[in-house]
C-alpha cells in the first residue's frame, strides 16, 4: 500500500498576519501604543517639573530666610545632577539627607520641613513626603524597652516621609540611666533600617542642638546637612503679620500697623528671642477677638471694610495690664 506524504507548513505569527492583511493594522497599534507612553511619560514629567516650581516659589515667598533658601536650593540642584550623572553611569555621591534645625521657636522649621517633605516627593527622593512632628512624650517610655517600642512607632509612621523630631536634645539630657538614649539608638537604627525612605530631621534651639550633637559624635556624620533659623527683624515680622491678616481677609490701619511695629520693638527690648512668628500669630489673634468686642458695641450697619479693619484700639493693652 503506497503512503501518501503529505508536507505540512507551519505559519508563523507574522506570515498569518501578512497573508490576512493584519500585520500593518497590529504595527501601528503597536506604534500608537509606544508612542502614548511617551507621551504619557513626557506630561508626567512636565507635571512634576510644574510642581516642583510651584513648592520653589512657596519657599521662597517665606518672609526672610534667605541664607535657608540658599541650601534648601542646593540640596535640589545636588539632587537633580545626581540623577542626571547616574543615567548616564557616572559614579554617583550617596544622598544624605538627613538634617538638623536650629533656631528659636517661630522661625519657621516645621514650615521648612513640610516644604522639603513635598519636593523630595516630586523630585522622588521620598515616595509620600508627608511629616510626621514628634518630640519627647512620644519617643520615650515609662520602663525599659517601652520607648524602643514607642519610637519604632514613630518611625513606621513616617516611613516614606520625614520625621521631624523637636527639641531632640532633650533626649540626651537625662543621662546614660535615661530612657532618652533608648529613643536615640531607636532612631539611629531606623534610620539604617530604612536609609531609602526616611528623612530623618532633628530641630531645636542652637546651642542645646550644638551641645546634643557633641554628646552624641554618631550623630554628626549622619547628619551632614546643619541649617540655622535666625530671628525675624521687626521689619520681617511686620511682613508676616500682612500675610497672616490677608489669609484671614483682615488688614492693619495705619495707626495699628504704627502700634503693632512698637509693639514688637518693646517685646525686643524685654527678651532676646521675643517669639518670633509665634508672637504675631498671638498678636494678630487677639487684636482679631478685640475687634469683635469693639464692633458689636457700635449702633450704625456695619461695612465690609468695618469688618476687615483692625485698629490701633484692637493692638492696645487694655488699661491696667
Not at 536650593?73 to 559614579?91: S, W
Not at 551632614?224 to 481677609?249: K, T
Request: charged letters at 30%; glycine letters at 8%; one cysteine or more.
Amino acid at each position: 500500500m503506497a503512503v501518501k506524504l503529505v508536507r505540512i507548513r507551519i505559519w508563523n505569527s507574522h506570515e498569518t498576519c501578512r497573508n490576512t492583511g493584519r500585520a500593518e493594522p497590529i504595527a501601528r497599534r503597536l506604534q500608537a501604543v509606544k508612542s502614548t507612553a511617551k507621551v504619557t511619560r513626557a506630561a508626567d514629567s512636565s507635571m512634576s517639573q510644574g510642581n516642583v516650581k510651584e513648592i520653589l516659589l512657596e519657599l521662597n515667598s517665606l518672609v526672610g530666610l534667605i541664607t535657608v533658601k540658599k541650601l534648601i536650593e542646593e540640596i535640589y540642584c545636588f539632587v537633580e545632577i545626581q540623577k542626571k550623572r547616574q543615567k548616564e553611569k557616572l559614579a554617583v555621591e550617596p544622598l544624605g539627607l538627613h538634617m538638623i534645625f536650629k533656631g528659636n521657636p517661630g522661625t519657621g522649621k516645621t514650615t521648612v520641613a513640610r516644604i522639603l517633605g513635598k519636593l523630595f516627593k516630586e523630585i522622588s527622593v521620598l515616595p509620600k513626603g508627608h511629616l510626621i512632628e514628634v518630640e519627647r512624650a512620644d519617643l520615650v517610655g515609662e520602663y525599659i524597652g517601652h520607648t524602643a517600642q514607642k519610637t519604632r512607632e514613630q518611625v513606621k509612621k513616617a516611613l516614606g516621609g520625614i520625621l521631624f523630631v523637636d527639641e531632640a536634645y532633650s533626649l540626651a539630657r537625662g543621662g546614660e540611666k535615661d530612657f532618652g538614649k533608648e529613643a536615640i539608638d531607636a532612631i539611629v537604627k531606623g534610620m539604617e533600617d530604612y536609609r531609602d525612605n526616611l528623612i530623618l530631621v532633628l530641630a531645636g534651639y542652637q546651642d542645646e542642638m550644638d551641645w546634643f550633637v557633641e554628646t552624641n559624635p554618631g550623630l554628626r556624620s549622619r547628619f551632614p546637612i546643619h541649617i540655622s533659623f535666625p530671628d525675624y527683624s521687626s521689619g520681617e515680622m511686620l511682613l508676616i503679620a500682612d500675610l497672616m491678616l490677608q489669609q484671614r481677609q483682615y488688614f492693619l490701619s495705619n495707626g495699628a500697623r504704627e502700634e503693632f511695629r512698637q509693639i514688637i520693638e518693646r517685646e525686643y527690648k524685654k527678651h532676646e528671642h521675643s517669639g518670633n512668628a509665634r508672637l504675631v500669630r498671638n498678636l494678630i489673634e487677639r487684636a482679631i477677638r478685640r475687634q469683635a468686642v469693639r464692633l458689636l458695641k457700635k449702633s450704625n450697619p456695619l461695612s465690609r471694610e468695618d469688618l476687615m479693619t483692625i485698629t490701633r484700639e484692637d493692638l492696645e493693652a487694655p488699661a491696667g495690664c
